[in-house]
């Protein structure tokens, strides 16, 4: 079965650090990856998505994320954070066809990033 | 037009209580879906449509009915619900019901039962 695992509950930054977020999957091919970011309140908007080719990804909001096969990881990372960052992120991984997590989206359990001024 | 509604945005409702959570979204997505999301967890998948049909049922209680009427619309039935169902619950509509599709969320509907 697919998961995905988010090692930090909470970060906290100062406005204008550079930030990296920590996502580590398990999957038996190589997986649909995607990061959300979610509001207070709010649905989730999607930051991102890596599907296959070039593993350096480039999102919404100045975001990036790196896929590592041999590490099974996609970190998120952005190079300044600005106060408007702050939310929860969601890594997910998306099963693929002929598996039993088809048409499912499996979510890490968040990582919740403060910003300090 | 990458948006997806979902009307009310608060539902307070008692345990004897019928009501109904309506999502909405006009992107020509063949798959829509329900999620259920509590305080500081992940979405939890509960329902999926896929070209209008139920393809996945992720063991919700019946007391949770789903209803895709047309491509555009779904509704989520609730009926008497409890306490432990408050939650906020999310629509997402996505181009197919394949993994490689990403899903586009609306806003949820925060529901309290009473």
């Known amino acids: 079965a697919q998961s995905v695992t988010q090692p930090d509950i909470h970060i906290t930054v100062s406005e204008g650090a550079s930030l990296e977020l920590r996502c580590n999957y398990s999957?038996?091919?190589?997986?649909?990856l995607f990061w959300y970011v979610q509001s207070p309140g709010q649905g989730l908007q999607l930051l991102l998505k890596?599907?296959?080719?070039?593993?350096l990804v480039q999102g919404i909001k100045g975001f990036e994320a790196e896929f590592k096969r041999s590490q099974s990881s996609f970190n998120l990372r952005k190079p300044s954070v600005h106060w408007s960052d702050a939310a929860e992120y969601f890594c997910?991984?998306?099963?693929?066809?002929?598996?039993?997590?088809?048409?499912?989206?499996?979510f890490g359990q968040g990582t919740i990033l403060t910003v300090h001024p | 037009d990458t948006e997806v509604t979902q009307t009310p945005k608060h539902l307070v409702m008692g345990m004897t209580n019928k009501k109904s959570l309506k999502c909405e979204q006009h992107m020509g997505h063949r798959a829509m879906y329900w999620y259920k999301q509590k305080a500081k967890k992940p979405p939890e998948l509960m329902f999926v449509y896929s070209y209008e049909k139920l393809s996945i049922n992720e063991s919700v209680p019946s007391r949770f009915s789903p209803e895709c009427p047309n491509s555009s619309l779904l509704n989520l039935h609730l009926h008497a619900l409890q306490p432990e169902d408050s939650a906020l619950y999310l629509c997402?509509?996505?181009?197919?019901?394949?993994?490689?599709?990403?899903?586009?969320f609306g806003p949820g509907t925060r529901l309290t039962v009473t």
């Open positions: 890596y599907f296959s080719g070039d593993t």
């Open positions: 997402a509509s996505s181009q197919d019901n394949g993994g490689l599709y990403e899903q586009y």
């Open positions: 997910a991984v998306g099963g693929r066809a002929g598996g039993t997590s088809y048409g499912k989206l499996t």
């Open positions: 999957y038996g091919a190589t997986p649909y």
